[in-house]
């Protein structure tokens, strides 16, 4: 029996199938979807952050996991077979999945082997290791910073050059724009933090990680000092966001990218809401849940934000955990059908709204200059600081060593900058002495930042955004671009652009290699992909690529490309699944077909 592979084969998988908002599939309804391993380089200077060029992390962890022990497991029948063979075990190398009765098989250890340690050995090992990528040195045990006096306010940014060099503003002052009508930013006493040395910071931000100690087993709460100060635990709102897994992407760097020997991916994506949102919205929400309580008592009646899905996501759990309303404005048919559910289910007020995600800002602006409602967009600068705990968690998992490169796509244009502050920061403060460069990714169909870089800085012209499958950064006038080109200009940093095709591309083929990356990060990817090949990006350098959502929030923009379903793009990655009938000769023939020469 011949196997069939056709155009609808992933669409019969779906009971519900939805088009994508994608202009080749337009969609009229709002529910129907519109260290670590490493090869270093070899010159000097690149070397300098690195451990020894011969190293690998695998070596690296073998030799330093723990002392020389024997420990060994293998399979053995589960439960023990009452009249069976006592000694019936097999190696964990055999392929074996059942006992010689036919029953189960579990995995034994030697535990004599292992009881030959105490308790606190184990408890002390493994508590080292969290949230490492090489082997830690130094567990700390402190939890909490001393009585410091540590703060933090608004203040203009940029400082407007015959502005008030002493405007600022309180956190707890419901302001978005300094009085020129910029931005704002928040700044810390880098005083007050700077006397304490960096070694102390990695310490107390290391003995803090993957702890329950409230707040701080937060990725992003485990930095508190640096973030909020002067907020009381108990009106922190948190999921116990950020501690996002750091990938070592060997396989997409060694087979795709030329031999690339230190490609990780920051999984920021893996987090509760399905994206980075959540680190920002973890603080704002916070700041909010501190001003309507007692004693400020602030009359705040919601929190609102526009949205292209991801931020409004966000919002809308952490306003639900804290009992807060929410509304989101989101563009009509413009986002994913998993996003849109979101705020949804988190009883969210959800507006669909006939226009772009600029027209939703432009809107949310308005509305919140006019009601008590606080705007959670990344205008507001609270946002940032928790996003900026991102680019300290990389620094921490690298062992506070320095990655050469950091690829962030780029939208609204916020998190780009938090990246830079977050690494600036430890800069200043000691924790490390340098930054990495730089990369923000666009899309080609919304690249008003890319433009505006080509230009060499000297004109910045707003576009209307193309749909794109990176729908979250579908966005042509980014409030955050003076944010941006700070954040690029100091880490002498580039911005690239990528086609539909070749983010899809891109997206596609780091799923291959185990993945399931979002179309935003398949942005991301391209522009690597561009740099490498303009051996800009080099095959020792180290560079985290920031995977900025859940790939299943935007399934249904794989299961086109899967279907080979999208006008004018080759998919070349695309592997749908083989319609076979369910009989033994038909599976045969296929598998067969399939392993030809590996059989
Ligand atoms: N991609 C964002 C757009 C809004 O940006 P923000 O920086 O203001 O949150 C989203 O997911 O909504």
């Given at each position: 029996?011949?196997?069939?592979?056709?155009?609808?084969?992933?669409?019969?998988?779906?009971?519900?199938?939805?088009?994508?908002?994608?202009?080749?599939?337009?969609?009229?309804?709002?529910?129907?979807?519109?260290?670590?391993?490493?090869?270093?380089?070899t010159?000097?200077?690149?070397?300098?952050?690195?451990?020894?060029?011969?190293?690998?992390?695998?070596?690296?962890?073998?030799?330093?996991?723990?002392?020389?022990?024997?420990?060994?497991?293998?399979?053995?029948?589960?439960?023990?077979?009452?009249?069976?063979?006592?000694?019936?075990?097999?190696?964990l190398?055999?392929?074996?999945?059942?006992?010689?009765?036919?029953?189960?098989l579990?995995?034994?250890?030697?535990?004599?082997?292992?009881?030959?340690?105490?308790?606190?050995?184990?408890?002390?090992?493994?508590?080292?290791?969290?949230?490492?990528?090489?082997?830690?040195?130094?567990s700390?045990?402190?939890?909490?910073?001393?009585?410091?006096?540590?703060?933090?306010?608004?203040a203009?940014?940029?400082?407007?050059?015959?502005?008030?060099?002493?405007?600022?503003?309180?956190?707890?002052?419901?302001?978005?724009?300094?009085?020129?009508g910029?931005?704002?930013?928040?700044?810390?006493?880098?005083?007050?933090?700077?006397?304490?040395p960096?070694?102390?910071?990695?310490?107390?931000f290391?003995?803090?990680?993957?702890?329950?100690?409230?707040?701080?087993?937060?990725?992003?709460?485990?930095?508190?000092?640096?973030?909020?100060?002067?907020?009381?635990?108990d009106?922190?709102?948190?999921?116990f966001?950020?501690?996002?897994?750091?990938?070592?992407?060997?396989?997409?760097?060694?087979?795709?990218?030329?031999?690339?020997?230190?490609?990780?991916?920051?999984?920021?994506?893996?987090?509760h809401?399905?994206?980075?949102?959540?680190?920002?919205?973890?603080?704002?929400?916070?700041?909010?849940?501190?001003?309507?309580?007692?004693?400020?008592s602030?009359?705040?009646a919601?929190?609102?934000?526009?949205?292209?899905?991801?931020?409004?996501?966000?919002?809308?759990?952490?306003?639900?955990?804290?009992?807060?309303?929410?509304?989101?404005?989101?563009?009509?048919?413009?986002?994913?059908?998993?996003?849109?559910?979101?705020?949804?289910?988190?009883?969210?007020?959800?507006?669909?709204?006939?226009?772009?995600?600029?027209?939703c800002?432009?809107?949310?602006?308005?509305?919140t200059?006019?009601?008590?409602?606080?705007?959670?967009?990344?205008?507001?600068?609270?946002?940032?600081?928790?996003?900026?705990?991102?680019?300290?968690?990389?620094?921490?998992?690298?062992?506070?060593?320095?990655?050469?490169?950091?690829?962030?796509?780029g939208?609204?244009l916020?998190?780009?900058?938090?990246?830079?502050?977050?690494?600036?920061?430890?800069?200043v403060?000691?924790?490390?002495?340098?930054?990495?460069?730089?990369?923000?990714?666009?899309?080609?169909?919304?690249?008003?930042?890319?433009?505006?870089?080509?230009?060499?800085?000297?004109?910045?012209t707003?576009?209307?955004?193309?749909?794109t499958?990176?729908?979250?950064?579908?966005?042509?006038?980014?409030?955050?671009?003076?944010?941006?080109?700070?954040a690029?200009?100091?880490?002498?940093?580039?911005?690239?652009?990528?086609?539909?095709?070749?983010?899809?591309?891109?997206?596609?083929l780091?799923?291959?290699?185990?993945?399931?990356?979002?179309?935003?990060?398949?942005?991301?990817?391209?522009?690597?992909?561009?740099?490498?090949?303009?051996?800009?990006?080099?095959?020792?350098?180290?560079?985290?690529?920031?995977?900025?959502?859940?790939?299943?929030k935007?399934?249904q923009?794989?299961?086109?490309?899967?279907?080979?379903?999208?006008?004018?793009?080759?998919?070349?990655?695309?592997?749908?699944?083989?319609?076979?009938?369910?009989?033994?000769?038909?599976?045969?023939?296929?598998?067969?077909?399939?392993?030809?020469?590996?059989?």
């Amino acid at each position: 029996m011949a196997a069939t592979t056709h155009a609808a084969s992933l669409s019969f998988l779906l009971s519900h199938p939805h088009p994508h908002p994608h202009p080749t599939s337009p969609n009229p309804h709002p529910l129907r979807r519109a260290p670590h391993r490493v090869r270093c380089a070899t010159d000097a200077a690149a070397t300098r952050h690195r451990r020894a060029a011969d190293e690998n992390i695998r070596e690296e962890a073998a030799r330093h996991r723990a002392p020389n022990h024997n420990f060994s497991a293998w399979y053995a029948p589960f439960p023990p077979a009452p009249n069976g063979d006592p000694d019936e075990r097999y190696s964990l190398d055999e392929i074996v999945y059942r006992s010689s009765s036919g029953g189960l098989l579990d995995v034994r250890h030697d535990m004599d082997a292992l009881a030959r340690f105490p308790g606190s050995y184990w408890r002390d090992l493994f508590d080292s290791r969290v949230g490492r990528t090489t082997w830690p040195f130094g567990s700390g045990v402190w939890h909490r910073a001393p009585n410091h006096n540590f703060s933090a306010w608004y203040a203009p940014f940029p400082p407007a050059p015959n502005g008030d060099p002493d405007e600022r503003y309180s956190l707890d002052e419901i302001v978005y724009r300094s009085s020129s009508g910029g931005l704002l930013d928040v700044r810390h006493d880098m005083d007050a933090l700077a006397r304490f040395p960096g070694s102390y910071w990695r310490d107390l931000f290391d003995s803090r990680v993957g702890r329950t100690t409230w707040p701080f087993g937060s990725g992003v709460w485990s930095k508190k000092e640096f973030v909020l100060p002067e907020i009381d635990p108990d009106h922190i709102v948190s999921l116990f966001e950020g501690n996002s897994n750091l990938f070592w992407a060997e396989r997409l760097g060694r087979d795709h990218l030329a031999g690339m020997n230190d490609l990780w991916v920051k999984h920021c994506g893996i987090s509760h809401t399905g994206s980075f949102k959540d680190l920002g919205m973890t603080v704002l929400v916070s700041q909010v849940n501190r001003l309507r309580r007692a004693p400020l008592s602030r009359p705040i009646a919601g929190v609102g934000c526009a949205s292209t899905g991801d931020t409004s996501a966000a919002l809308s759990a952490y306003c639900a955990a804290a009992g807060i309303p929410s509304i989101v404005f989101l563009p009509a048919n413009r986002i994913s059908l998993e996003q849109l559910i979101q705020p949804i289910a988190n009883g969210a007020t959800v507006l669909s709204l006939d226009t772009d995600f600029d027209g939703c800002m432009r809107l949310i602006r308005e509305v919140t200059a006019e009601l008590p409602i606080y705007l959670a967009n990344s205008l507001n600068s609270l946002r940032l600081e928790g996003q900026k705990t991102a680019a300290i968690e990389i620094l921490q998992q690298f062992d506070w060593e320095v990655p050469d490169w950091v690829i962030v796509p780029g939208g609204n244009l916020g998190n780009i900058y938090a990246f830079y502050k977050g690494f600036e920061m430890c800069r200043v403060l000691g924790l490390v002495d340098r930054v990495p460069r730089l990369v923000c990714a666009q899309a080609a169909n919304a690249n008003p930042l890319y433009r505006y870089y080509k230009s060499g800085w000297t004109e910045f012209t707003p576009q209307v955004a193309e749909p794109t499958f990176a729908s979250a950064i579908q966005i042509g006038d980014p409030v955050s671009v003076d944010r941006a080109v700070v954040a690029l200009k100091a880490t002498d940093g580039i911005v690239e652009e990528a086609t539909e095709e070749e983010l899809m591309n891109a997206m596609s083929l780091a799923d291959r290699t185990g993945m399931f990356a979002c179309p935003h990060t398949g942005v991301a990817l391209a522009a690597l992909f561009k740099l490498r090949d303009q051996r800009i990006i080099g095959p020792n350098d180290r560079t985290v690529v920031v995977s900025t959502a859940h790939g299943l929030k935007f399934s249904q923009s794989k299961i086109d490309y899967h279907d080979s379903k999208i006008e004018d793009m080759a998919c070349k990655y695309a592997n749908p699944p083989v319609s076979v009938k369910a009989d033994f000769g038909a599976v045969m023939d296929v598998l067969k077909k399939r392993l030809k020469g590996k059989l």
